[in-house]
């Protein structure tokens, strides 16, 4: 009776959180957007994570229409379709051109053609469990690709070494929501559930590590531009024809240290190989 009674008095508590921590990873791209309208621009950042998952939350409603008995299922992906369309929306709006029509691509390929074929296919052409379990699969295929879309940006991560793009708190959500995620499907025992959260728990703890090992470096080279600002802004540059030169702002300090520093790297590297060769021209002799 103990053991009953609290199953049955922590299953709402379960589904209030799953509820509540989903929401906030519909809402965690926020200050994602917030940036984008800041810069007017959507360059860096990339609109794949956001048809992926409008895609995959409309299969998995379909898929759940199908299969019944899986309510906050439903809710938590209709909630899902409506904020992933409009951050799609708003993306197209401050896009340049080619993001504005890879975009639109993305989506004929994920929603028409993706959604559009498999609701049809199974709609007409298929009937009773095996529609429901063909589905069901697909469905899985689609969250799997939802939690693999981020790739693109870990990738990033560690080419640059930069982790503007890949914000902590989406990590952190996605990764505590995979968890909630997969103990719902396994106590209901539906694996087109909690399979993908398993994926889904991976990536996310691999996402926060490369948040932890990148954010330092991050800080560090702000600090330096913030530094070369500061100095370049306090002094005045004197032309040889006595004029002064115009007061840059700081985004073209910036720029002028990043080049600074990429002609100092590429002489170093210069100066090491020729170095090299004196070294093995003096050992040939």
Request: glycine fraction near 4%.
């Amino acid at each position: 009776m103990d053991v009953t009674f609290h199953r049955t008095s922590i299953y709402p508590i379960l589904n209030v959180l799953r509820m509540a921590v989903s929401f906030i990873v519909f809402l965690a791209p926020l200050p994602t957007f917030y940036n984008i309208y800041k810069k007017k621009s959507t360059e860096g950042y990339q609109s794949i994570p956001y048809v992926v998952a409008l895609c995959s939350a409309m299969i998995l409603i379909y898929y759940v229409h199908l299969k019944g008995d899986l309510v906050y299922v439903i809710i938590i992906n209709a909630i899902g379709v409506f904020i992933e369309t409009i951050y799609i929306v708003f993306y197209i709006f401050y896009a340049p051109k080619k993001a504005k029509v890879q975009t639109i691509k993305l989506l004929l390929l994920f929603v028409v053609v993706g959604y559009g074929g498999v609701f049809l296919v199974a709609q007409f052409l298929l009937k009773g469990a095996i529609r429901t379990t063909i589905v069901g699969w697909i469905s899985i295929a689609f969250s799997v690709c939802t939690f693999v879309a981020p790739l693109g940006i870990m990738r990033k991560v560690i080419k640059t070494k930069n982790v503007e793009y890949m914000p902590f708190l989406l990590s952190l959500f996605l990764t505590l929501s995979a968890v909630l995620w997969f103990i719902y499907g396994f106590t209901k025992k539906n694996v087109v559930i909690y399979a993908p959260n398993i994926l889904g728990f991976t990536f996310g703890v691999v996402q926060m590590v490369l948040y932890v090992v990148y954010k330092n470096k991050k800080e560090s080279n702000v600090t330096k531009e913030q530094k070369l600002s500061e100095v370049l802004q306090n002094h005045v540059i004197i032309l040889e024809d006595g004029k002064k030169l115009t007061q840059l702002t700081q985004e073209q300090i910036i720029d002028i240290w990043k080049l600074g520093t990429l002609i100092y790297s590429e002489k170093l590297n210069a100066s090491a190989a020729e170095v090299d060769n004196n070294r093995l021209n003096i050992q040939t002799n």
